[in-house]
């Protein structure tokens, strides 16, 4: 059974840094592209960050672009997000999910919640 | 990276069908078909119902459909349960990136 468990979340001040994780279990980590997603409180789905299953493609939203950095370790089948110059609109639940051809978010975590406020 | 098209909300009564729209453009839905549906009930993670437009992982019920006519996709629940009552969301593959729907949250009558 896929497992995917986020982790690294909390209230950070503007400005900050944070790291996440997301810890895989139950298939083979290092052949499946990863992607995050976020949820803002009360509102839709927002595409964050995806990383090939090799680790040499990335790719990023808008408004993760020169701010954000997806990377993984294979060696301990974790996925990360780098979150550096935080904002207040990026208070959100963020998912990690493991990503099918075209795209498809298979599986997903159960979140971690970034709160970023004074 | 434009946010897909969905009605905010949807109801049926038990028994019946709905279908929920998802309008994009040129560049994502009318480009591929990697539209995918995701059913997300409060305080969970969202799920995988549709992929490649119209295929069902193993173990959603086939009164889950999926389809596409040019920029539009469409989710097709038939014979309504209460159990269906959750938030919707529409995706597609946009070209090195993904974009979602703003989502539509269905209500069972």
Same mark, same amino acid.
Do not use: H
């Given at each position: 059974?896929?497992? %995917? %468990?986020? =982790?690294?979340?909390?209230?950070?001040?503007?400005?900050?840094?944070?790291?996440? *994780?997301?810890?895989? *279990?139950?298939?083979?980590?290092?052949? =499946?592209?990863? /992607?995050?997603?976020? +949820?803002?409180?009360?509102?839709?789905?927002?595409?964050? /960050?995806?990383? *090939?299953?090799?680790?040499?493609?990335?790719?990023?939203?808008? /408004?993760?672009?020169?701010?954000?950095?997806?990377?993984?370790? *294979? =060696?301990?089948?974790? %996925?990360? %997000?780098?979150?550096?110059?935080?904002?207040?609109?990026?208070?959100?639940?963020?998912?990690?999910?493991?990503?099918?051809?075209?795209?498809?978010?298979?599986?997903?975590? +159960?979140?971690?919640?970034?709160?970023?406020?004074? | 990276?434009?946010?897909?098209?969905?009605?905010? #909300?949807?109801?049926? @009564?038990?028994?019946?069908?709905?279908?929920?729209?998802?309008?994009?453009?040129?560049?994502?839905?009318? $480009?591929? &078909?990697?539209?995918?549906?995701?059913?997300?009930?409060? !305080?969970?993670?969202?799920?995988?119902?549709?992929?490649?437009?119209?295929?069902?992982? #193993? !173990?959603?019920?086939?009164?889950? #459909? !999926?389809?596409?006519?040019? &920029?539009? $996709? @469409?989710?097709?629940?038939? !014979?309504?349960?209460?159990?269906?009552?959750?938030?919707?969301?529409?995706?597609?593959?946009?070209?090195?990136?993904?974009?979602?729907?703003?989502?539509?949250?269905?209500?069972?009558?």
């Amino acid at each position: 059974e896929v497992q %995917l %468990l986020e =982790s690294g979340g909390g209230l950070v001040q503007p400005g900050g840094s944070l790291r996440l *994780s997301c810890a895989a *279990s139950g298939f083979t980590f290092s052949s =499946s592209a990863m /992607s995050w997603v976020r +949820q803002a409180p009360g509102k839709g789905l927002e595409w964050v /960050s995806a990383l *090939s299953s090799g680790g040499d493609s990335t790719y990023y939203a808008d /408004s993760a672009k020169g701010r954000f950095t997806i990377s993984r370790d *294979s =060696s301990k089948n974790t %996925l990360y %997000l780098q979150m550096n110059r935080l904002r207040a609109d990026d208070t959100a639940v963020y998912y990690c999910a493991t990503m099918g051809t075209g795209w498809v978010l298979r599986s997903w975590g +159960q979140g971690t919640l970034v709160t970023v406020s004074s | 990276q434009s946010a897909l098209t969905q009605p905010p #909300s949807a109801s049926g @009564s038990p028994g019946q069908s709905v279908t929920i729209s998802c309008t994009g453009t040129s560049s994502d839905v009318g $480009a591929y &078909n990697y539209v995918s549906w995701y059913q997300q009930y409060p !305080g969970r993670a969202p799920q995988l119902i549709i992929y490649d437009v119209s295929k069902r992982p #193993s !173990g959603v019920p086939d009164r889950f #459909s !999926g389809s596409k006519s040019g &920029n539009t $996709a @469409s989710l097709t629940i038939s !014979g309504l349960q209460a159990e269906d009552e959750a938030d919707y969301y529409c995706s597609s593959y946009a070209g090195r990136s993904k974009v979602f729907g703003g989502g539509t949250k269905l209500t069972v009558l």
